[in-house]
Every structure is written in structure tokens, then in C-alpha cells.
């Protein structure tokens, strides 16, 4: 059963064609990843979804129109005059909470984003990750059903990004829904179920994640050490070139290996790496878009 | 709707600045232009002058909230604020209220201050106390309205800080505020009649000597309320295009 379908929607900015006729279903009770890079569209989508953006085509379509919705904005979107505590009681209120219930929502939710102990400090004195989970904060405060979060990871170190992940594995957990937006498919990989690839407005793929992997994931060879490449490569499969190395993918790979190593051994180099591996969800989106996730 | 009074509030009350603005300068204001009109003129002739500038100067100086008002909004709109409340069930009409009653809560509070000034210092005369009370609201309602109205609409916060000095000074030269109406040629005293600050001050001079009749407080009454309406209009017409510039 899903939440929420997005129904051919199309968003155009003056000229600019930001959505392409997208449609989508997220399923209940998942971590939905929407991956692309710059400029995709992913923070037009979730606007749209949020109703941030109310001038679009198509429709979004709420299996339950009255689902609570919590949206984290790709900005620090913080009153950062005052205290987080301030942010939090004034969020909470917008979202119909008051009283004893808004107190003891804002104990759990300080506790759940780390702040508990800064909760009476203005928030312009705040680290950018503390910034980050506060602005994670405000939007749990009424138990949403359905999380947007957009790259609520963007500057953060390794620890407080752990610590985002630990906060959206206990929020599926208790049934919510997360639709999770990035440009670094590791995340997506690690926390998701599912996920839709964006490119330049459109969607490239989308399902699970174990499909996807199994539907493109198709054998390939790295080799790192640029020296180490034969022409003709291209006959063998698809390939991918990256800087100091690339990914050959191909359905025979073991006469693929065969004939670099020949190379290798007639030319005299050493590749540093080459091995048999299965593509990341990473090579798959560059292999159907052409576009790398980030420069 | 309470929240975003609440918030409002508290973020004009850290704000040194506001002091200075609202209550400090219009005194300075009053204080020297007083001094400078009345030199030499004996205390008869010195009433008039002064029945003029006390409630001119607080006419003039309310308008000044307009930028406090379009900065609060415009600071909203770049830091991501608006779009994240938009995003909440709270209904942009709550949301524009909200941006409105702090402010009126503040004028209020200046005229009161600047009157009692004039009252205490110049010892102005108070005869119709219940008319210039309810003239106070609605003067306060007019400005806030029209600051609403033109914190939606600009876009940018120097664009409100030109726009309030042409709406305050222009309207204040216009009204008669700081010379006057006799003295102005026949056809800006025509033109006068157009801005609000002609009716506040009217209203307010008429109500102190105690010479208000019922039938103008409710004539000044209504232009007054009919410009803070129509602020409040423009301000929800407004309001999808300002929700459009902070996100498309
Ligand atoms: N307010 C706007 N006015 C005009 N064009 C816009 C506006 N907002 C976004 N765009 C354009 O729409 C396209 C999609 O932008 P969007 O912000 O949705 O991308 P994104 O996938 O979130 O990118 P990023 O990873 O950089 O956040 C981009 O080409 C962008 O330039
Ligand atoms: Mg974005």
C-alpha cells in the first residue's frame, strides 16, 4: 500500500523545466531515496509534496489527505535569534500542539536530536550539525507519518551524520515514512529501500534497491592505474572512465580480464587494482544517465 | 497564529534598535523642532505650534514600523522560514495576521508613549481622551495594515526603506505635518485629503482641543480603517508571489 502517489507532475520555473512529467509511489512504512545531482529536482519535488510549491501540473495524490507531514527544508530553515527551544515550542504550536503535550513532546524530541542540554542556548551560538538536527527537530514534532528530509546531511561531520541515520532507522521503526533526498548514493544505499533516480527532471529508475541492483548490476571489472587500458574495451561491455581508473561492465568478464591482463603483461604496466566486482548503485546511475552524481 | 505573535515579539523586544527608532528619535525630533519653532514666541502664541508638531511627529514617526515590518518579512522569506511554515497546516491568512497583531501591539504602545510625552513635557491638552484612545487603535491598524501590505509586496528590504520614506516623508510634507495646511497652495491641500496622515493628524489635534464632532471622528475613523483594509487585501493578493520568490 502507498502513502502518497505523485501523478505526472510537471514544475516549470520561467523557462527552466525543472519536473518532466514524474510519477512515483511511495510505499508505506519505507525509506524512499531520491537521488540525482545538482539541479535534478529533487528539492522541487519535495516542495511540491510538502505544498511549499502550489503551482504546478499534475497531482500529488495522499492516500490519507489527513497524513500528519513533517518537511526538513535542504536549508537551515531556524528563527536562529532565539533559543532552540524557542524554535521548537514555536514549530510545535504551527503544527496544533500545546500545552503539556507540546512540553513533553519537545523533552523527547531534544532527546532524540542530541539538544537536550543546549535547548536554552540561541541557536546562532550552534555548530553547523547541531543547527542541522535542530532543523531536523522542528519538523518531528507532531509525529508526522510521512518525513521529508532534503540532504539533511549536507556539511555535517561523520559522527552527527551516524547520528541522523540512528534518528531515521528508530523513525521507520516506529512507522513513519521517509522520503529521503541526496546526492550521495551511499546514504541511500545504507538507509533505503527504495529509491528513484532524477536526472534533469525526469526519472531514470526507480523500485527497490535490491531490484535495481540485480536488474543493472551486471558483472564488471575495476582496474585502477589509467595505464592499464587497452582499446577496444568497448567491445567487451560498457564502460566507465574516472580519473586514475574505470569500471568495465560486461556479461563475460572473465575474457574481459583476460585480455587486459594481455595488455598489461605486453605494455609492461602494473595496475595498482583489478578485480571482478559487482557495479554500486553509484555506476548504475551513471551508466543510465551519463550524468556523475557530483563534479 | 499565536506562535508567530509570540516569536515576533520576542525578537523586536532583543532589539535595541527598535527603541531608538519608535520612541527615542520622534522625541528627539519633537523636542528640537519645538524648540526651534517657539523661540521667541510667547507662551499664547506658542500653543498652537506645539498642539501641531506632538501629534505630527507621532503621525509621521508610526510610519516608520514599515521597515521594521518589511525587514522582519524579507528576513523571513531569504532564510527559508516562509517556505517552511507554508509547509504547515497554518493558513496563510493566520500566517499574515500573525505578522501583523505584534506590530500593532508595538505602535499602540509608541503613540501612547509619544502623547503622554507631549502631555507630560508640553502638558498638550487631552479633552476628548475616549476618541484620541480609539483613534490611537486605528491609527495603529492603518500603519501596521499598509506595512503588511508593503512587506509582502517588495522585494527587496532596501526597496521597503525607500518606499517607507516616500509613504512617511512625502506623506508627512503632503498632510500637513510639518507646515501648516493654510500655508500650502490650494491644490495640495486638495491633494492632502488623499493621504492618512492628514486624517490622523486632524483626528488627533481636533480631539486634544476637544473640538471633534461625532460625524468627523467616525468620517476619520472609516479613511482610516479603509486604508488599513485595504493593506490587508494587498497583502493577501500578494502573498502566493511572495511564497513564489522564496521557492518558484
Ligand atoms: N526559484 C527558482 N527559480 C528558477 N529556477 C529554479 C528555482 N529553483 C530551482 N530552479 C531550477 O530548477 C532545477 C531543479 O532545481 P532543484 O533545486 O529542484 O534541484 P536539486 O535536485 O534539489 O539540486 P541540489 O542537489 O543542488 O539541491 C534547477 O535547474 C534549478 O536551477
Ligand atoms: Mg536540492
Known amino acids: 500500500m502507498e502513502v502518497?502517489?505523485?501523478?505526472?507532475?510537471?514544475?516549470?520555473?520561467?523557462?527552466?523545466?525543472?519536473?518532466?512529467?514524474?510519477?512515483?509511489?511511495?510505499?508505506?512504512?519505507?525509506?524512499?531515496?531520491?537521488?540525482?545531482p545538482n539541479g535534478a529536482g529533487k528539492s522541487t519535488l519535495l516542495k511540491i509534496i510538502a505544498s511549499v510549491i502550489r503551482n504546478f501540473q499534475g497531482k500529488i495524490r495522499l492516500t490519507n489527505p489527513r497524513m500528519k507531514i513533517g518537511y526538513v527544508p535542504q536549508e537551515i530553515a531556524l528563527e536562529e535569534t532565539v533559543t532552540a527551544q524557542d524554535n521548537l515550542v514555536f514549530f510545535g504550536k504551527l503544527y496544533g500542539l500545546s500545552g503539556k503535550a507540546?512540553?513533553?513532546?519537545?523533552?523527547?524530541?531534544?532527546?532524540?536530536?542530541?539538544?537536550?542540554?543546549?535547548?536554552?542556548d540561541k541557536v546562532t551560538t550552534f555548530s553547523g550539525g547541531m543547527k542541522r538536527r535542530l532543523n531536523i527537530g522542528c519538523a518531528l514534532l507532531h509525529q508526522p507519518d510521512l518525513i521529508i528530509m532534503d540532504e539533511p546531511t549536507v556539511g555535517i561531520d561523520p559522527q552527527s551524520r551516524r547520528y541522523i541515520f540512528q534518528m531515521i532507522e528508530r523513525l521507520?521503526?516506529?512507522?513513519?515514512?521517509?522520503?529521503?533526498a541526496s546526492h550521495y548514493m551511499e546514504e541511500i544505499e545504507?538507509?533505503?529501500?527504495?529509491?528513484?533516480?532524477?536526472?534533469?527532471g525526469k526519472v531514470v529508475e526507480n523500485g527497490r534497491i535490491s531490484m535495481i541492483l540485480e536488474k543493472h548490476g551486471k558483472p564488471s571489472i575495476f582496474v585502477s592505474g589509467n595505464d592499464c587500458m587497452p582499446s577496444g574495451l568497448e567491445s567487451f561491455g560498457m564502460l566507465q572512465e574516472k580519473a586514475e581508473s574505470y569500471l568495465l561492465i560486461t556479461r563475460d568478464p572473465l575474457q574481459a580480464m583476460e585480455y587486459i591482463v594481455e595488455y598489461c603483461k605486453r605494455s609492461g604496466s602494473h595496475p595498482e587494482r583489478l578485480e571482478l566486482a559487482k557495479p554500486r548503485l553509484e555506476d548504475i546511475f551513471f551508466s543510465l544517465t551519463g550524468s556523475q552524481l557530483r563534479e | 497564529m499565536n506562535a508567530i505573535i509570540k516569536l515576533e515579539l520576542k525578537k523586536n523586544i532583543q532589539d535595541r534598535g527598535m527603541i531608538f527608532w519608535t520612541l527615542v528619535l520622534p522625541i528627539l525630533f519633537t523636542v528640537l523642532f519645538i524648540s526651534v519653532f517657539t523661540s521667541g514666541l510667547n507662551e499664547a502664541e506658542s500653543q498652537p505650534v506645539i498642539l501641531s508638531i506632538v501629534p505630527g511627529y507621532t503621525v509621521m514617526f508610526v510610519f516608520f514600523i514599515m521597515i521594521t515590518?518589511?525587514?522582519?518579512?524579507?528576513?523571513?522569506?531569504?532564510?527559508g522560514?516562509?517556505?517552511?511554515?507554508?509547509?504547515?497546516?497554518?493558513?496563510s491568512y493566520l500566517y499574515l495576521l500573525g505578522k501583523w497583531v505584534p506590530y500593532m501591539y508595538i505602535v499602540f504602545i509608541q503613540i501612547v508613549i509619544l502623547l503622554l510625552f507631549g502631555k507630560v513635557v508640553y502638558n498638550v491638552p487631552i479633552e476628548q481622551l475616549f476618541y484620541i484612545i480609539v483613534l490611537a487603535f486605528i491609527l495603529t491598524f492603518m500603519v501596521t495594515g499598509l506595512g503588511l501590505a508593503l512587506a509582502i509586496l517588495v522585494k527587496t528590504t532596501n526597496m521597503g526603506i525607500a518606499l517607507t520614506q516616500v509613504l512617511a516623508l512625502g506623506g508627512a510634507l503632503i498632510g500637513g505635518l510639518w507646515m501648516p495646511l493654510e500655508m500650502m497652495p490650494e491644490l495640495l491641500q486638495t491633494i492632502s485629503r488623499?493621504?492618512?496622515?492628514?486624517?490622523?493628524?486632524?483626528g488627533?489635534?481636533?480631539?486634544?482641543?476637544?473640538?471633534?464632532a461625532m460625524g468627523d471622528f467616525f468620517k476619520i475613523s472609516s479613511v482610516l480603517l479603509g486604508f488599513g483594509i485595504l493593506g490587508f487585501i494587498l497583502a493577501l493578493i500578494g502573498y502566493p508571489n511572495f511564497l513564489k520568490r522564496t521557492t518558484g
Open chain 1, 172 to 180: 521507520k521503526q516506529k512507522g513513519a515514512t521517509i522520503i529521503y
Open chain 1, 4 to 36: 502518497l502517489k505523485v501523478d505526472q507532475i510537471t514544475k516549470k520555473y520561467e523557462k527552466k523545466t525543472a519536473l518532466a512529467n514524474i510519477s512515483l509511489e511511495i510505499p508505506a512504512g519505507v525509506c524512499f531515496g531520491l537521488v540525482g
Open chain 2, 204 to 212: 488627533f489635534r481636533e480631539a486634544m482641543t476637544g473640538t471633534l
Open chain 2, 194 to 202: 488623499f493621504t492618512p496622515q492628514y486624517w490622523g493628524h486632524q
Open chain 2, 81 to 91: 522560514l516562509v517556505a517552511r511554515i507554508a509547509s504547515t497546516p497554518l493558513s
Open chain 1, 190 to 200: 545504507r538507509i533505503c529501500d527504495e529509491a528513484a533516480f532524477l536526472d534533469h
Open chain 2, 69 to 79: 515590518m518589511t525587514e522582519s518579512m524579507i528576513k523571513d522569506q531569504n532564510n
Open chain 1, 102 to 120: 507540546l512540553t513533553l513532546r519537545i523533552e523527547e524530541v531534544l532527546e532524540e536530536i542530541g539538544l537536550t542540554e543546549r535547548a536554552k
